[in-house]
């Protein structure tokens, strides 16, 4: 209960207000990357260890897509392997690259390695995700990630094959890089509370 308290005090307008001058010193460390909402993400978490508030199905994560769509976009993502090795054997410019892998939530870095848009919509995470990402971590050595404004996080520095890997293993479980990026309509943005906000009309959600 002190908990469910405490996060519906964040969540309102006040409360909201209140976080955000607490962790306004903090703002150097991530940069532009950051959102009110995302402050939350510690807090939601609690909830769903505690009270199961956060919706998944039995495979342990919270479904975004359609089975058709899964199947869509898993279909394609041989292409992107294909272009982007391309990109590495100097068969592909820069430009060329970017306008394709940005509809896969993918860009070149210039400072060399790709960064991976993996999209969270309400900016909600559950266990069962926060060990998805820490066995990809572990297994690709990846060393930078960030929280974007968008409700994403980025996973950065990776090779050609983890990119691609990455890709294939957070379809699988639930998590879309599709349209992460390009002239693609990016990730929708939402309160963390979808769902479980009193009062609202109905939960945005998908």
Known sequence: YYWFTFYMFAGSRKGSRFIHNLLNPFRHLS???????????????ILELNYGIVKINEKGWYPMISTALYQKFKEEIPLFDEKIHAFEAGEMDRNTFKGISGGFGSYAQRSGGYML???????????????????????HQVNLMKI?????????????????????DALDFGIVTKGGGGDNPRNVMASPLSGVEPGETFDVLP
């Open 31 to 45: 940069g532009n990357h950051i959102q009110i909402g995302l402050y939350f993400f510690p807090f939601l978490l």
């Open 117 to 139: 848009r993996l999209r969270l919509p309400g900016g909600r995470i559950s266990k069962e995700t926060l060990r998805f990402f820490a066995d990809e971590i572990q297994a």
């Open 148 to 168: 974007t404004t968008c409700q994403t996080i980025q996973m950065h520095n990776l090779s050609a094959d983890s990119t691609v890997a990455i890709m294939k």
